[in-house]
């Protein structure tokens, strides 16, 4: 079977933009309004002749329980089945208390994790990227999912541990 990459993050970092990216295909549902897509969505993508699964996710409600506690708990179940993780970031605003629940949770399933700082649509903007180093992550990769840059780079990353 196909190894299988998962994308997390809080919403609307852009990861279903980065899915259609991916893909080269708008199929991920990209709304401006945070949590459209439903659960766990899976892929078949194809990078650099090699086949591999990507699923998204998203798409809870909002509850009493409290936002970071469901946004890691919903990331947890798409990295389960996981071979690695594409961890996505929206570096125009930083470092969130639900990016950290995220990163708490990934450390202990220690699988290979690829840092994306996502929405640098220019080269201005990278500066803002290396603030990321912080998380502990290993190093940020910018990209500008809803323009391209930097996808090439990202995914050539996680072909070395896919
Ligand atoms: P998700 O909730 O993480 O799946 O986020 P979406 O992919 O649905 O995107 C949320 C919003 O961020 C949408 O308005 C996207 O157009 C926007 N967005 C996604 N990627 C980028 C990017 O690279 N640059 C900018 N400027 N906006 C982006
Ligand atoms: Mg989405």
């Known amino acids: ?21 991916i893909l080269g295909r708008r199929e991920a549902v990209v709304e401006d309004t ?11 993508a194809t990078w650099a002749g090699r086949n591999f699964t990507l699923v998204d996710t998203g798409g809870w ?14 990331a947890e179940l798409a990295v389960e ?20 629940a995220i ?5 202990k399933v220690r699988k290979p994790v690829i840092l994306v700082a996502n929405k640098v649509d220019s080269p201005q903007l990278e500066v803002e990227a290396t603030y990321l180093w912080s998380l502990g992550m290993g190093e940020p990769h910018p ?11 990202v995914l050539d990353a996680v072909m070395e541990v896919l």
């Not at 409600?61 to 919903?74: F, L, M, S, W």
């Not at 089945?81 to 950290?100: I, Q």
């Not at 990163?103 to 450390?107: D, N, P």
């Not at 990209?143 to 780079?153: E, Y």
Request: proline share 5%.
């Open 143 to 153: 990209v500008s999912a809803l323009h391209g840059r930097g996808a090439a780079d």
């Open 81 to 100: 089945f996981a071979d690695a993780v594409l961890l996505v970031l929206d570096a125009t605003v930083g470092v969130t208390a639900a990016d950290e």
């Open 61 to 74: 409600e909002y509850d009493a329980k409290g936002i970071n506690a469901r946004v890691a708990e919903q």
């Open 1 to 21: 079977p196909a190894p299988v990459l998962a994308i997390v993050g809080r919403p609307n970092v852009g990861k279903s933009t980065l899915v259609n990216r």
């Open 103 to 107: 990163v708490k949770m990934l450390r």
């Open 34 to 44: 945070p949590g459209v897509t439903r659960d766990r969505v899976s892929y078949r």
